[in-house]
């Protein structure tokens, strides 16, 4: 059984309810019938909204295969094979096939569906293994194609190669998410035998993670589908391509239907300035919770400050959620009014902001929009507490840290890989300090960038080694620990950068050993 995500908390409510008139019959005088069937329903809801694989409801295309008409865009082509108006497509013979090259690329979640009648491969078997159903990135021309190139692909194979005895027989189910070595295989069936007259409805249900092959709503494989590389476009009905296989003949294919996943919800609120930055006495910088159109973003007569003060360029940085002001000078130590008006975000309806807000320049470095849950800063000294989920405490820190804030993090989080695990806005130029674990195999590739210092920090649980980045305004993007359960999370401290640094950090601050 499966659930659609949208209806999982139904199914937990049901769950919770079930359970508890378990627990009420216990201290009740319920027959033992009706206390098995609290129970055994109980079982089955948790079942279903722990291991249930989500359901693509908005339909994104069908066809339903009883004529050639094509929409917008899109073309089909018939070899062999007869328009059945009432029934379907049918493979006539084994080298029927019919090829429907989409109009648009599919999105790299979705579920294939179609119906198939007057279909045995035991008694229409012509060659131990056939093509019925394939869906690729590309229109392969054979199977070097398909086995040496990179794209994406999945299929089902029928026939008596996959049977354990005469007068049965199953399928196998095919994918490669990025082509090559990624290639997975399982044969769902060999024992079955098949029913003519019944209509069977086979389902694809594919991720960025797993690829889900069903036959009338019963899981039979999950394969790996992480990484895949090109979205879906053509879809081959009877034979395939690949010139080593037929199709299964008499096969009446119907009803086809492609659902993805639903629509994100309507864009209808304007962009806001998170956090502005200074560069220079004529110059700061913007930065923007979303991205930005680049006309209206560098549009001079959208920003208006007083006391007056001219702008003389706007210019969108290449993340296109920052802008920088080239001004004709600010005053120190003074209030400006920033209006802004007419900048617009880039959905489709072109929000525009419109805002005031008072900037005293020079501003406070700060830090703002600390990504992770829970993460916060704070002075820190020995003694303190390393993460807001251990108990560990500092027992040395290099004295050059006295003027940094630190960024506690979880070391519940040492496991994660996310390349933009942790990300934070600063105002100003700034001075980064990762401190990592030195008992872990090696570092992770983002942080071997970073130059590493001779300080060490101490903990009554580790040893740390430091490395530095010097950053830009606004966005600071850390990646993921990487390391075993064996070694610890690492540690962020955050300071303005200093235009004139020490020669070499001096001074520690030590207790307990």
């Known amino acids: 059984m499966y659930i659609p995500y949208h209806n999982r908390k139904y199914v937990f409510y049901v769950t919770v309810l079930l359970l508890k008139m378990s627990l009420i019959t216990k201290k009740q005088n319920i027959p033992m019938k009706f206390k098995t069937l609290f129970l055994c329903l109980s079982v089955f809801f948790i079942t279903a909204s722990v291991n249930g694989q ?41 080298t029927s096939q019919l090829i429907i090259n989409l109009s648009q690329t599919l999105p790299f979640e979705g579920m294939f569906v179609i119906d198939v009648t007057n279909f045995d491969p035991v008694s229409q078997n012509v060659a131990d293994k056939q093509q019925i159903i394939n869906l690729y990135s590309r229109l392969y021309s054979n199977n070097k194609d398909i086995f040496y190139t990179v794209g994406s692909w999945w299929n089902v194979r029928t026939g008596i190669g996959y049977s354990d005895g005469p007068g049965v027989a199953g399928f196998k189910f095919l994918s490669a998410p990025k082509g090559l070595d990624t290639r997975e295989e399982i044969r769902c069936i060999q024992s079955a035998t098949w029913d003519l007259t019944r209509t069977y409805e086979f389902k694809i249900i594919w991720n960025q993670t797993n690829i889900y092959c069903y036959l009338d709503d019963v899981e039979l494989a999950n ?122 975000d880039k959905s489709e309806n072109a929000n525009k902001i419109d805002t005031t807000f008072v900037y005293h320049h020079p501003p406070v470095f700060n830090v703002a929009d600390i990504s992770r849950t829970g993460y916060y800063l704070k002075s820190v000294t020995y003694g303190d507490s390393v993460y807001i989920d251990r108990g560990y405490v500092f027992t040395e820190l290099p004295g050059i840290l006295n003027s940094y804030k630190y960024l506690i993090t979880a070391n519940g989080d040492k496991l994660q890989s996310d390349p933009e695990f942790l990300t934070f806005n600063v105002n100003m130029e700034a001075s980064v300090i990762v401190a990592y674990d030195s008992t872990s195999a090696q570092i992770p590739s983002w942080l071997a960038q970073w130059q590493k210092l001779s300080l060490i920090v101490k903990s009554d649980d580790t040893v740390y080694e430091c490395y530095t980045k010097s950053v830009s305004p606004f966005e600071v993007v850390l990646g993921g620990n990487s390391s075993g359960t064996s070694s610890s999370m690492y540690l962020v401290f955050i300071a303005q950068k200093d235009e004139n640094p020490p020669a070499s950090p001096t001074g520690l601050q030590v207790s307990r050993f």
């Open 54 to 94: 989500a359901v693509y409801e908005r339909l994104i295309y069908s066809h339903p295969l009883t004529d050639g008409s094509a929409v917008a865009g899109e073309t089909i082509t018939r070899t062999g094979g007869t328009f059945l108006p009432d029934s379907g497509w049918k493979a006539d013979t084994e």
């Open 223 to 344: 394969l790996n589908f992480n990484g895949q590389v090109e979205p879906f476009k053509y879809i081959l009905i009877g034979r395939d391509n690949i010139d080593i296989y037929r199709g299964q003949p008499g096969v009446v294919y119907s009803n086809l239907r492609i659902y993805g996943p639903e629509l994100p919800p309507e864009d209808i609120t304007p962009p806001v300035v998170s956090n502005i930055g200074n560069i220079q006495n004529n110059k700061i910088r913007l930065f923007f919770s979303e991205n930005i159109d680049n006309v209206s973003a560098e549009n001079v007569n959208n920003y208006v400050i007083n006391p007056a003060i001219s702008v003389l360029s706007s210019t969108l940085l290449e993340d296109s959620r920052t802008v920088e002001l080239l001004v004709s000078g600010f005053s120190d130590n003074n209030d400006y009014s920033i209006s802004i008006s007419n900048v617009a």
